[in-house]
């Protein structure tokens, strides 16, 4: 089952933003901070300012890659999925802060929280893939993502989802990808080639020397995001956030083209955000955020050539887990799923505050949601049996009858989605739903499933190897 809404724009609408988008990129320009990507641009017909380090990008190279863009979407096919079983995973978020139940409050992560996380990941049934969702503060972060993917080989034997976001980190990763699936990538796998735009319309150092890398390694598909936000370091209008955060990545992708001469495939991503004017603080589950991430992917869709995504569904402003953070990540999980026809989710689970923390009680939580929101996409079993006419018949109308105790009930009843954490009880006089009691039982949850962690077999020669990658690495990017 699929929730579908009506477009936001008409095509009116949509010739007033595609006209500014491209009026951005002619004449306001990006800042690229990278000689190197600023001289390639150049050979390939930009108009480079080196003094303040802006390319400008004229009407054909514009139209070329849109129409590259456009071709790809015709051809390309969209996989139909076959997966009836719930999953889920442990998200790549490299959030700063670990929210403490405890305590209450947010604080810095430990080598111990991430350790938990992937015990926490590797334990769960239904996790397939376990990440780092939380920074290590001990760990010198020169080296903490190569040391946050040994920890992950270490203590689980399920796939790996991360990729490198310091240039000087790749060739790290790409042996570290090479001890945990084989040497059978190419380009290699976990080595990152992209990355997000620093609003507004800045191609960063760090994301030059992603792109460059991923050029020396011969990577294909480049992803690249904005996160503008309304009011801040964009206008503070949806339709400016718009054309802002669209000219960023249509811009970034010509960055790419300059820095990457593999690049074929080219992605974008949106997690776009809206200035609050009393504390200037940018949110991300407003109304006006979801409608300018949405209005992004269409006008991608609709006359960029699509290949733009919503990156952070789960990108929310509430900082402690309950009912705001459902409330936000329900409202944006449906909203978006409405608006590109794709699975109702609470995204990124277990992210609090706008990506800065993460905790597994609301992960616990948010999975939650997700099990009962998979339920509803599976399909109505309609067969004879199911409709049970001879024990409707058997029962007969009436008050003071009831199914509870047929054959019919016992036989199907463990098919309904039955929910652990949340308040089903049947309440007294005047009692309601206890958030506190679902709160404990999420924290419980969480902690049992680490408890009940198992190390599994994992080669000793396969750690030790990736120990040893670990050390060079710390020789090598701390002296």
């Not at 949110?283 to 050539?305: K, N, Q, W």
């Not at 049996?385 to 009843?413: C, M, N, Q, R």
Request: net charge negative; aromatic share 6%; proline share 6%.
């Amino acid at each position: 089952m699929r929730l579908t809404c009506p477009d936001l724009f008409s095509e009116n609408d949509l010739d007033v933003l595609e006209n500014a988008v491209r009026r951005a990129l002619s004449e306001v320009g990006v800042k690229v901070v990278s000689a190197d990507v600023l001289a390639r641009l150049s050979e390939r017909g930009a108009e480079v300012d080196e003094a303040s380090q802006t390319a400008r990008f004229p009407a054909e190279l514009v139209e070329a890659l849109v129409a590259a863009q456009k071709a790809a979407q015709s051809a390309e096919t969209v996989p139909v999925s076959t997966a009836t079983e719930f999953s889920a995973g442990i998200g790549y978020e490299i959030t700063p802060l670990f929210y403490d139940d405890d305590r209450r409050r947010a604080r810095p992560g430990t080598r111990e929280d991430l350790i938990a996380m992937i015990k926490l990941g590797h334990a769960l049934p239904e996790v397939t893939t376990v990440s780092c969702p939380v920074l290590m503060h001990e760990v010198d972060p020169r080296v903490e993502a190569i040391e946050a993917f040994v920890l992950m080989l270490e203590y689980s034997d399920k796939p790996i989802s991360a990729v490198s976001i310091l240039p000087e980190h790749n060739r790290y990763f790409a042996e570290l990808g090479d001890i945990a699936t084989g040497k059978n990538n190419d380009p290699p796998r976990f080595i990152g080639t992209g990355g997000f735009m620093t609003s507004p319309l800045c191609f960063g150092s760090r994301l030059a020397d992603l792109v460059l890398e991923g050029g020396r390694y011969g990577v294909k598909s480049v992803g690249i995001g904005t996160m503008a936000t309304g009011g801040l370091n964009a206008p503070a209008t949806i339709a400016g956030c718009i054309v802002v955060g669209a000219a960023e990545i249509l811009g970034g992708w010509l960055c790419v083209q300059a820095g990457n001469p593999h690049a074929e495939q080219f992605r974008g991503g949106t997690a776009c955000g809206v200035g609050d004017m009393r504390t200037a603080r940018g949110c991300y589950g407003r109304p006006e955020a979801l409608l300018t991430d949405v209005g992004i992917v269409e006008l991608f869709g609709r006359r960029l050539g699509g290949h733009v995504s919503i990156s952070g569904p789960g990108y929310i402003d509430a900082r402690v887990p309950g009912l705001q953070v459902t409330y936000e990540k329900m409202a944006k999980g449906c909203f978006i799923a409405a608006a590109t026809g794709r699975p109702a989710r609470a995204g990124n689970p277990g992210l609090l505050d706008a990506g800065r923390v993460f905790s597994p009680t609301q992960y616990m939580l948010d999975l939650e949601c997700n099990r009962g929101l998979h339920r509803i996409e599976e399909p109505i079993e309609i067969t004879e049996e199911a409709v049970g006419l001879e024990v409707i018949a058997a029962v007969g109308p009436g008050e003071g009858k009831s199914y509870l105790d047929t054959d019919h009930t016992f036989a199907h009843f463990r098919e309904l989605w039955s929910p652990t954490l949340f308040d089903y009880a049947v309440a007294g006089p005047g009692e309601g739903p206890d958030e506190e009691k679902v709160l404990e039982r999420a924290r419980r949850a969480w902690r049992e499933a680490v408890d009940s962690y198992e190390h599994p077999d994992i080669s000793e020669d396969k750690v030790r190897a990736a120990r040893e990658v670990l050390e060079r690495a710390r020789k090598d990017l701390l002296a």
